[in-house]
Structures are given as C-alpha cells and as structure tokens.
C-alpha cells in the first residue's frame, strides 16, 4: 500500500484512527504481513495525535458551517416551490401508466416521455433508450428506459439514481375511496393517487432538487445520472441488460448508487435501508384426468389433482412459519452478536406490526425476534391455486390440472441454484409418498437474488447526516424483508455501493387501493435528497480503504519519519 516503511505499528495506528471512527482504516495485500508495513519501533506523541484530531475536528467544523447557508437557502427555495411541485405530481398521477396492461403501454410510453421533457426544461441531457420487443409478446415494445446526466463536472462525485414511472393496476371498482388516477388531497395532508409513493413521488423528487437548487441559486453539488424505467411493476424485462451494458458507458463515472423505491419501518422515523431478501418463485402442477369432472359422477373412483396438490402444499411450512425442507436452514449465515444488538435500537413495536396486520396474529410476541423473522431468515409463503373453483357460489367440480403457487424469501447465503435443488428434491420426495398415480411437474417461474451493503460506506453516512438536518433524528438501519432485483443489479454491474434511501411512509398502501403519498413527506423528502447530495459531495474521497482525513495523517506522519 505504502513505497515506504511507517513509524508506527498496525495496532497503534488502529489505536489513533479509531477516534475518528475508521476502524477499518487499513487492508494489508494478502502476501504482506502487517509488521514488515509498520515495524513496531515507535510509538506516536501525544502532541502528535492531538494535532491530527485537533485539525480533523477543524475540517469536520469547517465543512458543517460551509454547508449551513447553501442548504438553508435551498430549503427555504422547496417550500416555496411546494405548491408547484404538488402539481408536478399531479400531472404524473394522471398518466395511468399501468405496465401489465397492454391496453395502458401508450400511456406508460406517454409517462416516460414527461420525464424526459421535465428533465430537459431543467437543462438536463436527456436519451431515451428502447428495450425491444416485449418478451413473450413480440407485437409490444418495451417502454423506453430514460436515462439523464445533469452535470459532468469532472472535479464533483458522481451519483446515479433509479427510479421507476410505471405502476400497478388500479380502478375505482377495486374500493378505492377516490379515482385512483386523480390526485385527491385531504385535510390531514394525505396526497392519494396511484403511483404517489411508488414511485412517481421520489422519482420526480430528484428533478424537484434540481430546480429548487436553480431557483436557490445554489450550485448543484454532484454529477447526478438518472435511470428511469417504465416495467419495473412487471419483471424489469430488459432492463438487467441494459444496465449491464451501459456501466462501462453512460454510467461509467459513478460513484455510487441511490435508490428511493423504499418506505420508512413506521410513520415517524426515517430509516436507510442496507439489505433485502431475494425472492425464488415456484410452481407445482399436478394433473391426472384428461378432463374436469363432475364429482358427483366420478367422486371416489378418481385420484384427484386437488388432493394431492393440497397435501403438498401444506408439507412445505407449518403454522408458526418454520420451513420444512430439509438443508435450507443450513444455509443461511449464521446471526452475530454486533448484527443482533441492532435490532434492539429500532424505533418498532409490536402494537405498530398489530396495527398494520389489523390483528395480533402474530408468530413472535417481541420485537427483535419479529424484525430477524422479517428481515434476516427465509421464509415461505404459499400463495394460490390456478384451475380451482374460486367463485363465489358452489361448483362440484374435480380439476383435472391444478398449479399450486409457493415463493420463498432468501438470505445470505442462500445461493439461488442451491434453493431450487433442495426444494425440487423434497416436493419429488412428499409426491412419491403420496403413491399417486396423478402426475407432478416443479418448476421455478422466477427468483432474485438477496442484497446486503455495507452501512459503514460514506454513501450511507451521507445520507445519515441529511436525515439528521432535515427531520432531526438519527435514522435506523434497517433491512427489508421484500425484493427490489434492480439494487443487486447495480451493484454487480458498477461495482459501488447501493443506498436505499426511502421517502414515504408504511402506510402508504403501495400496490395497494388508496395508495397515498403524504405532503410531509413529499416536500421533506425533497429536501432530504438535495440534502443527501450536498453530504456526498463533502464526504471525505477514500483511497485504499482510508478516508482523506485518515491518509492525510499517514503521510503527514511517514513525513516526519523521513525527517528525523
């Protein structure tokens, strides 16, 4: 790492660094020990660490009051902006830019195209890129992925955001309280409208930063590329790849990676998001007769598809949702003590999970067994039968073919293919005890991988300090027990670390009837990603696994070695 030999040991430089909470400072290549880097042959002053703290606590000082006025100034600018930015959203809300729905893909197409305008009426460089033909159905085009660079100032981080236009179905029929497609505002300050929080709110957060900063007359403080899509609601078809090609191009100079696609654990404390469960998706059909019949007629002389479909299905889990196929358990990395101590400081309780569940339905009757349960172990949900009877009304019908749904949620380290060879070796093993005469096909529809990133990156204390700034609170840090595939995506394809960085609340409702973003958080949360930008920007830049303020004080001190 270092030409030369240092005067001090590796523990009394762990020792000195740790004070400014670099505890990792140092990562020796694998062919070196430690002592050839740093003979223990001295030992630092006092006066000699009092300097470096006293003129790292200076920087720190410095940059705190260098940022007041810029992102006061800023501030003031969103709320005087807010009334505009509302109805920027509300143009966004109209668009029913519904991605599984073929009838809907113009207005999807019409949804990105209002970015991209948005976008370049701010002064941004935009392209809109086409995906192809949709997958399965040749006769669609993919909605196009806008990707956008507003400064290319080679002097400043550059940070890439993803967000998506596209959202879930939604109509007035399903019991919503207002036409979902309308952006209906009630006295408690609750914005309601399809795609509000998920993901038309944030996305258009980042073009709400870049205007307030414009009309502030504050100088935008990153480079910022933007990635937009419009199918994340349906596969993300085609995206995956075009990510993956344009990471040595359009995104090459990234930094790091934000995400707002998220939502806070509660309805007061922000929180930053470092880890999701992946998601592996499987089918199971059984059929046996050529056709359906009619059970009064063949009830009691048939094996039915049903029966066994149904036993099978209730193998896979029991009540107090343990998994019960064999090996998965062994898969997954074991809890730590320093992992476990963090669930204790998490602003959640128990009436919070009651309230949203609206029963006390619960496995765990305490909070971190709950959170783990969540967030940091596997689970297994089964989900419906296709070609059953499930009208309302009474049919005797005996399904010839039924397709049980099942997924399973992963952890570290549950490899995907290891997944799919002990869950089709056990279902092959509970069919054949059934000693059917029915035949049995398992088979995986869809599966993304589980993501976890390191908090202790400058990317997550950025953005911990403009929660700080903005609503006064340290945020928790928290891990998600859904899947956003995209964020592994990112990060195997930049190789930077990913934030998810969450602007609405849980209860939002997202994919949900009344989805709402509220006002608070809209306008709070634009100032929190303007504020987050500004943090990035004032972040010490890290070389060799030390931050600036470190390396600056390696060198200060090989410098006074080599005088002696």
């Not at 305008?117 to 159905?137: I, M, N």
């Not at 590329?225 to 994340?232: A, D, N, Q, R, S």
């Not at 596969?235 to 191009?249: M, N, P, Q, R, V």
């Amino acid at each position: 790492m270092f030409p030369i030999k240092s005067q001090f040991s590796a523990k009394s430089i762990s020792t000195i660094l740790q004070p400014s909470k670099f505890v990792r400072a140092l990562e020796y290549p694998a062919s070196l020990k430690p002592v050839s880097y740093f003979p223990n042959r001295y030992s630092p002053s006092q006066i000699q660490i009092s300097t470096y703290l006293t003129s790292a606590i200076k920087l720190h000082q410095a940059r705190k009051v260098k940022m007041a006025p810029q992102l006061d100034g800023y501030f003031k600018q969103v709320d005087n902006l807010s009334d505009h930015f509302i109805e920027r959203l509300r143009k966004a809300v109209a668009i029913p830019s519904v991605s599984a729905d073929e009838e809907r893909r113009p207005d999807v197409v019409r949804m990105g195209e209002f970015l991209a305008d948005e976008l370049a009426a701010l002064g941004a460089h935009v392209e809109k890129r086409p995906l192809g033909k949709q997958p399965g159905k040749e006769h669609l085009e993919l909605p196009p992925v806008v990707i956008a660079r507003y400064g290319n100032d080679k002097k400043k981080r550059t940070i890439l955001v993803y967000g998506h236009y596209d959202v879930q179905p939604a109509g007035k029929e399903d019991g919503w309280a207002t036409e979902p497609f309308e952006l209906n505002i009630d006295d408690k300050g609750r914005m309601y409208g399809r795609g509000s929080t998920d993901d038309k709110g944030p996305v258009l957060g980042w073009l709400n930063a870049i205007e307030a900063h414009q009309k502030a007359g504050v100088d935008f403080p990153v480079n910022l590329l933007m990635c937009f899509e419009g199918m994340e609601e349906y596969g993300s078809e085609g995206l995956d790849d075009f990510i993956k090609e344009e990471a040595s191009k359009f995104f090459a100079d990234t930094d790091a990676v934000c995400i707002s696609d998220n939502y806070w654990l509660g309805t007061e404390k922000p929180c930053l998001t470092y880890g999701l469960r992946g998601c592996s998706y499987y089918s199971i059909e059984v059929s046996g007769p050529g056709q359906d019949l009619h059970s009064g007629v063949f009830g009691g002389t048939v094996q039915e598809p049903m029966t066994d479909l149904v036993r099978i299905l209730g193998s896979l889990v029991d009540t107090n949702g343990k998994i019960q196929i064999p090996g998965l358990a062994e898969l997954v990395a074991p809890l730590t003590d320093e992992e476990k101590s963090l669930y204790g400081d998490i602003a959640f309780t128990m009436d919070n999970l009651h309230e949203s569940l609206g029963s006390q339905t619960t496995i765990h009757n305490d909070k971190e067994n709950t959170l783990m349960a969540r967030w940091r172990y596997p689970s297994l949900s089964v989900h419906g039968i296709e070609g059953a009877f499930s009208q309302p009304g009474a049919k005797t019908v005996i399904p010839a073919k039924v397709t049980g749904k099942f997924s399973i949620r992963t952890v570290p380290n549950m490899e995907p293919k290891d997944v799919d060879r002990l869950v089709f070796k056990y279902v092959d093993e509970q069919f054949k005890k059934l000693g059917s005469k029915n035949t049995l096909q398992c088979f995986l529809q869809h599966a993304g991988k589980w993501w976890v990133a390191s908090p202790k990156h400058w990317n997550f204390s950025s953005a911990a300090k403009a929660v700080e700034r903005v609503w006064g609170v340290k945020p928790d840090l928290t891990r998600e027990g859904g899947s956003i595939p995209v964020t592994l995506t990112f990060e195997q394809a930049t190789g930077k670390n990913v934030l998810l960085l969450p602007m609405g609340s849980s209860t939002d409702a997202a994919h949900s009837i009344n989805e709402k973003l509220d006002k608070r958080n809209y306008i709070e949360g634009i100032k929190l990603l303007g504020a987050y930008l500004h943090y990035v920007a004032e972040e010490p830049m890290v070389e060799q696994g030390l931050a600036a303020d470190d390396m600056f004080f390696v060198h200060y001190t090989m410098t006074l070695r080599l005088a002696e």
